[in-house]
């Protein structure tokens, strides 16, 4: 057996010690009683079924979801056999098992095993909640796009441009924006060139005939904007925090309540915190779209960025859901998805990333709630390591990618022109970059 092959096994072998236990706690199996109360979101989305099977999505608060996830929540109940909740479980089972074949593939091609472990090791640590959300889907469309847009990015002689699974890629971007909005963030990965441009309209025009066809075959497709505009500052987020102190400290006299399908906090100084959640947001959305207009492209950006701009997406949200782990790990590490001779610039990001995955809550939510100090303190661990992986990811990829004085205090990498091969004047034209530079350190 090749050393290939037994690599393949135990990724297989890796895959099945972790998922079986996984699997037979979602379904009750064992410990039925932690099955049970960990199952997710199941029991809400059983709430909406009558409105789905009568061609409508559900007007309701918690409804928060693009019109493309009523088909899907629909799906498991066309399926033959179990109740609900059975197949739907075993819908996520096979969602997941998919993201690991795919990992797996990219592995066997690149020579990284990093990606399927990343995900054998990180998904577990939600424990049955992530076989009792539909979020496992969405980075099923994320991981398939982002092998699709490594698969032969650099090949032809180092030739740096994006390959024929750009069109089958910009369809799966678009489909999961249309599930979640954050496979959509995959765009900022894309080169601005007419290939990357192409990627990103058939991403757009994806997302939008899926909506559309969504919007013909159900009513009520667009309430789920006004639930989203009216949400509050959820109790895992980053801006939720300074409230769980002060109610710690006997300052702050407000309260947790459930609101708009999650538990918030509400009382005095709530609305100004979340005006200035959507305004951070908007910032740090302006500084990427300004990083992005001025990098230089090359294979290995289009994981980082994805990365990146998901985790400035949850950080700078209202609304952190016990499902942040899932949304990271759906890239994979970035290293699974781009060619072994160049290498990502998350890496020194992904420890960050991954110790916040353990201190996640779906264990001691009920005590977040009543505000206990070890989850509050737990809470703070978590989204410090994300704050600190997204800024320290967010300043090497522009690092990595920019030459200039926007930050002065980081130097360009000294063998960052050793890996990437000078721009020819057709490789500058398909990077988007000028075919002259006069820095040395110019990529």
């Known amino acids: 057996m090749s050393q290939q092959s037994r690599r393949t096994l135990l990724v297989l072998l890796g895959w099945l010690a972790s998922r079986v236990p996984l699997y037979l706690l979602t379904t ?6 932690y099955g049970r109360r960990s199952i997710g979101d199941i029991s809400v989305y059983l709430r909406w079924m009558p409105s789905l ?47 690991l074949l795919i990992l797996l593939w990219t592995a066997r091609r690149r020579g990284s095993w990093r990606g399927p472990w990343f995900w054998i090791v990180s998904v577990p640590l939600l424990g049955p909640l992530i076989y009792g959300r539909f979020d496992v889907f969405s980075a099923l469309f994320v991981v398939a796009a982002l092998a699709l847009l490594g698969r032969g ?12 699974g750009r069109w089958p890629a910009g369809i799966l971007i678009g489909l999961g924006a249309a599930v979640k909005v954050w496979p959509g963030l995959t765009v900022f990965g894309m080169p601005r060139t007419r290939r990357g441009w192409q990627t990103i309209a058939t991403a757009v025009a994806a997302a939008g005939g899926a ?10 497709s667009t309430w789920f904007l006004h639930n989203q505009g009216n949400r509050g500052i959820e109790i895992e987020s980053v801006w939720a925090i300074p409230f769980l102190l002060a109610k710690r400290l006997h300052w702050w006299h407000g309260r947790v309540h459930g609101h708009y399908g999650s538990m918030e906090v509400l009382g ?7 005006d200035l959640a959507l305004f951070s ?3 740090t959305f302006t500084l990427l779209a300004w990083w992005w207009w001025r990098k230089q492209w090359r294979p290995s950006v289009v994981a980082d960025a994805t ?32 060619p072994p001779n160049l290498p990502a610039s ?17 264990y001691n939510f009920n005590s977040l709630i009543h505000y206990h100090l070890g989850p509050v303190l737990v809470l703070i661990l978590r989204d410090g390591l994300l704050v600190a992986a997204t800024a320290v990811g967010f300043v090497d990829l522009w690092r990595d990618t920019i030459t200039g004085s926007f930050l002065p205090w980081r130097g360009q990498p000294a063998d960052l022109a050793a890996t990437v091969p000078a721009p020819t004047s057709r490789g500058a034209a398909d990077t988007g970059a000028p075919s002259v530079r006069s820095s040395p350190t110019s990529v």
């Open 28 to 33: 009750g199996h064992i410990y039925s009683w």
């Open 53 to 99: 099977t009568h061609g409508a999505l559900p007007i309701d608060p918690s409804w928060q979801y693009p019109p493309l996830v009523g088909p899907l929540l629909l799906l498991p109940k066309l399926l033959p056999g179990a109740d609900y909740q059975g197949q739907f479980v075993r819908t996520a089972f096979i969602a997941d098992a998919v993201v």
């Open 153 to 164: 990015a650099a090949a032809r002689g180092g030739e740096r441009r994006l390959g024929r």
């Open 211 to 220: 909506s559309l066809l969504c919007a013909l075959a159900f009513r009520n």
């Open 268 to 274: 005095s100084g709530v609305s100004f915190a979340s």
């Open 281 to 283: 947001t908007g910032v």
């Open 307 to 338: 990365l990146v701009s998901t985790l400035l997406m949850i950080v700078t949200s209202r609304v952190i859901s016990p499902q942040v782990p899932d949304l990271a790990a759906g890239h994979g590490p970035p290293s699974a998805c781009c």
């Open 346 to 362: 998350q890496r020194p990001a992904d420890p960050g990333r991954a110790a916040a995955d353990p201190v996640d809550l779906p």
